[in-house]
T-cell receptor
Framework: AQKVTQAQTEISVVEKEDVTLDCVYE???????LFWYKQPPSGELVFLIR??????QNEISGRYSWNFQKSTSSFNFTITASQVVDSAVYFC????????????FGSGTKLNVKP | SQTIHQWPATLVQPVGSPLSLECTVE??????LYWYRQAAGRGLQLLFY??????ISSEVPQNLSASRPQDRQFILSSKKLLLSDSGFYLC???????????FGAGTRLSVL
């Protein structure tokens, strides 16, 4: 069965600190997708990144970076020099490649960035 | 570009009343459509998904139902609301092989 675990329920940091959000997943599939979404206080989920299981290259987008390690089944998300606008709930998710309807979301990590 | 609309944004309903939440997608055809529920401080629970008109798959047996009367329209309904139906309801769509789901702004439902 597919499962995504985000063990950090809530994290608080001071602005400009770096913060890493952990995501560990379980799947028997050899091919799958991993995602990160941001949910600001307004509620709408915003897509951040999708990673194919074949591509273990880390990715950097501005202050955001993602570390995908199949050996540990982890897909961690780091925000460098955090800002107050980064305050949100962040969800990690896994989807099956051959069943496009199934997303498995983690329970989310609430990030509080204080000025 | 594609957009997804959900309404209403906020809804307060008495127990036992009916419910109808609507979601429409613009700028694409034959999307996969999804309804999720998020309880306060919790993760997302997939309620229904649809791969085409009239095709509905239910993930969790409950007091709710879904319908897809048109290609880009997805409706979440209930005949009689329960207190436990309160929550934040999100509609989403996906279309291409990348399988990215794009979400609407959500509806906050309070059943009193």
């Amino acid at each position: 069965a597919q499962k995504v675990t985000q063990a950090q329920t809530e994290i608080s940091v001071v602005e400009k600190e770096d913060v890493t959000l952990d995501c560990v997943y379980e799947t028997r599939d050899t091919t799958y997708y991993l995602f990160w979404y941001k949910q600001p206080p307004s509620g709408e989920l915003v897509f951040l990144i999708r990673r194919n299981s074949f591509d273990e290259q880390n990715e950097i987008s501005g202050r955001y970076s993602w570390n995908f390690q199949k050996s540990t089944s982890s897909f961690n998300f780091t925000i460098t020099a955090s800002q107050v606008v980064d305050s949100a709930v962040y969800f990690c998710a896994l989807s099956e490649v051959y069943n496009f309807n199934k997303f498995y979301f983690g329970s989310g990590t609430k990030l509080n960035v204080k000025p | 570009s594609q957009t997804i609309h959900q309404w209403p944004a906020t809804l307060v309903q008495p127990v036992g009343s009916p419910l109808s939440l609507e979601c429409t997608v613009e700028g694409t055809s034959n999307p996969n459509l999804y309804w999720y529920r998020q309880a306060a401080g919790r993760g997302l629970q997939l309620l229904f998904y649809s791969v085409g008109i009239g095709q509905i798959s239910s993930e969790v047996p409950q007091n709710l139902s879904a319908s897809r009367p048109q290609d880009r329209q997805f409706i979440l309904s209930s005949k009689k609301l329960l207190l436990s139906d309160s929550g934040f309801y999100l509609c989403a769509w996906s279309r291409d092989a990348k399988n990215i789901q794009y979400f609407g702004a959500g509806t906050r439902l309070s059943v009193l």
